[in-house]
Structure formats: structure tokens, C-alpha cells
DNA sequence: CTAAAACTACGGTAAACACCTTAGTCTTTT
DNA sequence: AAAAGACTAAGGTGTTTACCGTAGTTTTAG
């Protein structure tokens, strides 16, 4: 009985690599291929899936938000995560959803073969340097670990605009005339947006920002 | 006589899946998967090729720079670029340096596979959305294409570690005392970079910089 | 051995950002 | 109806960035 593998990933020739590494073997079987998290969670409401492998760039609905609707809803279905960056502040909310996987689209295809039936066999795979950097040293990110992930204190809506907005290279004046609203208010955005994040300049808030997907 | 293809990225996953795409047709050749720039150019020091399909975020050499290695010393092979974003302030630099194509990974098969044949038949395939930022106002794209690349006029070394470090969340002052330099000297190159790049904030600093792989 | 480029540094000014507080309006939830 | 959350706005203050110019030292290239 092969392992049943959902592959979710907007980007038709990496999920095509994907399913390719597994399609030549015989343990494993990718019984879909879908480009944004609202076609996984429509699949898995119909379909048997062990391994939900998600990719956290998506449209509709991304990987994350995704990842958290199907460790909530389907409880039977595995989560892995794939990223094309090395972050560990996303780690930290992705083991509180539920996550068992994350790794870099960096991986070798051996060694996504072994994580992937690790995690089926009830196991976890985290990127080795992701590991590293949670557990030892790298001061703030363990830290944060502990205490609440500022992440779950989630952005509202307004805020992504506004974050958005920034990392497109606006500044608060232009925000605010595109907006509508008063500058001083797209500073009160921007204040209370850094401290859910725990960044203090505008560099890290864009560096979250673009590892988020909170990006055009 | 098959069209043969280089195709580099250091992403496994992803370079097999362009590969797969190939190796389904019979008028495509793929005579080598490598994992950076460097690899690239050597493979077509020895070898054949027709058409090179390079990402421009690899490690050790980029794929702009090996782009513009491969237009200048192998004026027989055919550079493709493929990048994960949609920038468009790279596509002036690039047809600048001779590229007849850039793709975004989000391509369909199909079209990829089209659009490779039309460059090996000598045309230009260029990701639509881009052609139309180019062409229709954008305001200072097209302006930038006229006049030479901002890009061209490139980063030194030291310009490149400070924009890393500065992406990393670094203010000017924890750079010079990282690198043991006043910060007014971080201040002068930050200064230059953003002349250099033709932007006017951090925002747009950082966005450069993870679009083109100065990150970590 | 020059000339060019890179790296270093500072003075000065205006704008933008970072951070704090308070507070009114509106909508949604209990 | 009251509480909670979201969105709006502003006062105030210190820091950082953005952009000018100038200029010395070191490294690299012709």
C-alpha cells in the first residue's frame, strides 16, 4: 500500500519535479497535483491522502492558512511544508498548527523520499538548519519559541494591505493617499504590524513580508 | 536533430521537473542538469549546446552573470532566463546583455516548450506581463530600458555584503560594527547602491535584494 | 607607474521611521 | 446592551534613513 501524497504548488514544472521523484517509486503514489490551497482542501474533503506536501507561496489560499485548515479538519492527513527559504520564524508557528514536515525545495530527492515516509511513519523532518538555528543559540528565535508565536496574534486585513503596500516600496505619505487615510494612521498600522512581528525596522518587516508571500 | 538544452538551477526538484517536461518530446534534448552558474559554463566550454536555460537565483555564479559569460564568449547558445518573480527592472539588463527569453516558473509546460522552440528559431520569448510593463506606461521602466542599466553598473563586493547585511535587518550602525567601519560609511555605500539601483528607500532596497539572491 | 576604482569618512539637512500615548467611530460578538 | 476588536487619527520625541557634497587612503588595472 503505497503512501498517498497530495502535491500542492503553483508552480506547474516543481510540482511536475516533484511528483516525478515519486512517481518512480513504488512505495509512494501522488494521487494529486493542485496549484493553491483551496484545490487541496477541496481534494482531501473527497479523496484518502496520507501526506499533504504544501508549498507556502500560494494563491487563493497559501500554504500556511491551508496547513492550518487541514491539521484542524482532517486530522488523519499529514502536513509537510515546502519553502524556498530558509526561515525559522515561520517554523515556530507551523509546529504550533501542527506541521510535521518543513524543507527546502533545496533538497535532494533521496533525501525528500526518507522525510516524507519518516513522516508517514509517524515521525517529523525539519530542515536541518532549521533544527540547529531553534535549538541552539540564534538568540531570539528560540526564545520566541516559547513564549506565544507573535505570528498567531495574526495580521487583519488592513494590516496585509498596509504591509503590503510598504514592501512594494511605498512610504507611510503614499500609503496614506492611496489609502485614503491620514499618513499618521498608516503609522499606527505600521507600529502595531512590528510589534505583532517582534521586527523594530523596516528592512525585517520586509524580509517577513517577502517569506510570508505577503508580497504582489 | 533534437534541440539540445542546458538547464541550470540549483533547485533539484525544480530542474527536474523542467527536464521532465522535455524528455517527454521528441524534438527536445536535454544534455545536462547542473546546479549553478559555473557548472554551466563549463559544461558548454566541452560540449554542444543550443539553448541554455538558466535561474537567476543560483549559487557560487548567478544566473545573470553566466548569462552574460555564455552572450559574450558562446554567441552560439541561446541564454533563457527563468526566475520565481516577476521583476522587471532585471528584463532591461538582460536583453542588454543578449537574453532572447525570460520566464517566470509559474509557465505552463506547453508554453515553455513553445517558447524554447521559438528562441531556438531564432525569436524572443519574453513573459507577457513584462512585455506589457515594458511597453505601456510603468513609468520609469521603460525610461531606465533607454538609458543604460542601472543594474549594469554593478555592485562591488563590499556594496554587496553591506545590502546583505541591511536585508538581514541590520541599521547602519550594527553594520559598521559588524564589519568595523563608521556607519557614516555604511551610509556612503548604502548611498551609492540605491543610486546605483535607482531606488529610494529600504523597501525597494530589500525587494532588490531578495529578488536577485543577495540573501542569506 | 599612473589612472581608475573601491573603500573609507565626515558635515549637514530634510524626510521617514520607530515608539509611545490617547481616543473617537464603527462593527462584530457575547 | 456591553465588550472586544478593527480602523481611524494625532501629539510628541528620538533615531534612522536619504541625499547632497567633499576627500583621503588603498587596491586594482592598464
Redesign the interface.
Same mark, same amino acid.
Given at each position: 500500500m503505497p503512501i498517498k501524497i497530495l502535491i500542492a504548488d503553483?508552480?506547474?514544472?516543481?510540482?511536475? !519535479?516533484?511528483?516525478? =521523484?515519486f512517481d518512480n517509486q513504488t512505495d509512494y503514489q501522488v494521487v494529486a497535483v493542485v496549484n493553491n490551497g483551496k484545490e487541496a482542501l477541496e481534494f482531501i474533503e473527497q479523496h484518502i491522502v496520507d501526506i499533504a506536501l504544501l508549498d507556502i507561496n500560494m494563491p487563493i489560499i497559501d500554504g500556511i492558512e491551508c496547513a492550518k485548515k487541514i491539521t484542524s479538519e482532517f486530522k488523519d492527513v499529514k502536513v509537510a511544508m515546502l519553502s524556498?527559504f530558509?526561515e525559522s520564524s515561520i517554523i515556530k508557528s507551523l509546529i504550533d498548527i501542527g506541521v510535521k514536515g518543513y524543507m527546502l525545495? =533545496?533538497?535532494? #530527492?533521496d533525501e525528500?523520499l526518507l522525510a516524507i515516509k519518516n513522516i508517514y511513519n509517524g515521525k517529523e523532518y525539519f530542515n536541518a538548519d532549521v533544527t540547529k538555528a531553534l535549538l541552539s543559540g540564534d538568540s531570539a528565535s528560540f526564545h520566541q519559541y516559547q513564549k506565544k508565536s507573535p505570528l498567531l496574534e495574526e495580521l487583519t486585513s488592513r494590516e496585509k494591505e498596509i504591509i503590503k503596500s510598504?514592501?512594494? !516600496?511605498? =512610504?507611510n505619505t503614499q500609503i496614506g493617499e492611496k489609502l485614503f487615510i491620514s499618513p499618521r494612521t498608516v503609522d499606527t498600522h505600521r507600529t502595531n504590524i512590528m510589534r505583532k512581528l517582534d521586527?523594530?525596522?523596516?528592512? #525585517?518587516?520586509?524580509?517577513f513580508a517577502?517569506q510570508n508571500g505577503l508580497?504582489s
Open positions: 503553483d508552480h506547474p514544472l516543481i510540482a511536475e !519535479g516533484i511528483k516525478n =521523484t524556498m530558509q525545495k =533545496t533538497i535532494p #530527492s525528500l510598504i514592501s512594494q !516600496g511605498n =512610504t521586527v523594530h525596522n523596516v528592512a #525585517s518587516l520586509i524580509r517577502f508580497t
